[in-house]
């Protein structure tokens, strides 16, 4: 599969992955200092220099699992992860999970975010860890990205994504798949065959 | 209504503020707290970016009558015109490859200079970011572009995220790896 583009922050082309990596993070620190920060893995991969894009998904990968370790446990910034990648949000209710009260004891929040329409089961399954942990939701949130608006302008939104996708994720097709999915539903909400945007789907309870 | 009338209602119709806040409530029900955001292409026409805050502004507050936690996302593209965005990246950009390694205290500072002398931008999410405040929703600034040829565009949200917050906003940045 070629294609696989997940940008990251390259300062040149020769610098380790270690290096960039720390970069990174010193850069957030300077740029954002304690700001809540939405993470995320990269967006517009089409329209980018190459140098600034990560050739190898798995390093991509390995990086945002890095930057969400080192941020809950050597950062006070409350974090959004945006993600629909099973593994990160696994790996991150799992040190969730084992290092709660040190996260926690740092004045923040945290966040796992996906799309409406895309990573319905990762949602849920948070929801469910999050009531297993007991912890309060003004603290730990699941949050949904609901873009709304006229058809116009919310399936140039979806289209980009869905083709974004198909370079980002290469493993992911079932998530181009619900992105498509979601396309066509906001398509046939129109001719009044599906469903609207407030009738939530009634199998993900 | 002919065809081409027909089909000109179905692409402006759509799923509106109200159906996107009803579906955040029941998302609520379930445990699950909204982001929502205003999905529309970016233009430079100064009555577009005006629509514009004028209807995050109404987002805002609808989504602060819902449960807390909640969300809603902007996008600078949709608050500036282009030319004027990436000339804000650049300037931003500059100055932070020269504070690059010249310690944290000095960029935020001088980022901030900078800022003061794109009045429109700012005073339209200066209005954002109080209402938001007001209205305990947190506020998101949505990825753009982060390359621009060489010039990353990360500085410009990180410096204007970091500025709403020092005036009492609650606003996260959106860090692209």
């Known amino acids: 599969m070629s294609g696989i583009l997940i940008r990251c922050n390259f300062l040149s082309n020769n610098l380790t992955h270690d290096r960039i990596f720390k970069d990174s993070l010193e850069q957030l620190s300077q740029w954002s200092g304690n700001n809540p920060i939405k993470l995320v893995r990269g967006a517009y991969l089409t329209q980018e220099p190459p140098d600034k894009v990560i050739q190898i998904k798995q390093e991509a990968d390995n990086m945002y699992d890095t930057a969400v370790q080192r941020l809950l446990t050597q950062k006070d910034n409350s974090l959004m992860l945006a993600t629909h990648n099973h593994r990160s949000v696994l790996k991150a209710t799992q040190l969730l999970r084992d290092k709660y009260s040190e996260i926690m004891r740092r004045d923040r929040t945290v966040t796992f975010a996906q799309l409406y329409g895309m990573g319905d089961d990762i949602t849920y399954g948070l929801v469910r860890e999050m009531k297993t942990l007991n912890v309060p939701v003004s603290k730990v949130s699941v949050v949904k990205y609901i873009p709304y608006g006229s058809l116009n302008e919310v399936l140039p939104y979806l289209v980009r994504r869905a083709e974004e996708n198909r370079g980002i994720l290469g493993g992911s097709i079932l998530e181009r798949e619900a992105l498509y999915d979601e396309v066509k539903r906001r398509i046939a909400s129109y001719f009044g065959i599906s469903t609207k945007l407030t009738e939530i789907r009634s199998d993900k309870e | ?177």
């Open chain 2, 1 to 177: 209504m002919g065809n081409l009338g027909r089909l000109l209602w179905l692409i402006s119709s759509g799923e509106t503020r109200e159906e996107a806040v009803e579906l955040a409530r029941k998302l609520q029900v379930q445990g699950i707290q909204p982001l929502l955001v205003y999905s529309k292409e970016s233009s430079d026409l100064p009555t577009d970016m005006y629509e514009t805050e004028v209807e995050v502004i109404k987002c805002i507050e609808a989504v602060g009558e819902l449960d807390k936690p909640a969300f809603v996302a902007i996008k600078l593209s949709g608050l500036s015109s282009d030319e004027e965005l990436r000339q804000l990246e650049r300037e931003i950009h500059s100055l932070s490859s020269k504070t690059l390694f010249g310690g944290t205290p000095r960029f935020i500072p001088q980022a901030r200079g900078v800022l003061t002398r794109y009045p429109e931008l700012m005073g339209r999410l200066q209005r954002i970011s109080d209402v938001a405040r007001k209205s305990k929703v947190g506020l998101v600034l949505d990825a753009e572009i982060r390359f621009q040829g060489q010039v990353d565009s990360l500085t410009t949200s990180a410096s204007i995220s970091s500025l709403l917050n020092e005036m009492g906003g609650h606003v996260w940045n959106t860090h692209q790896m």
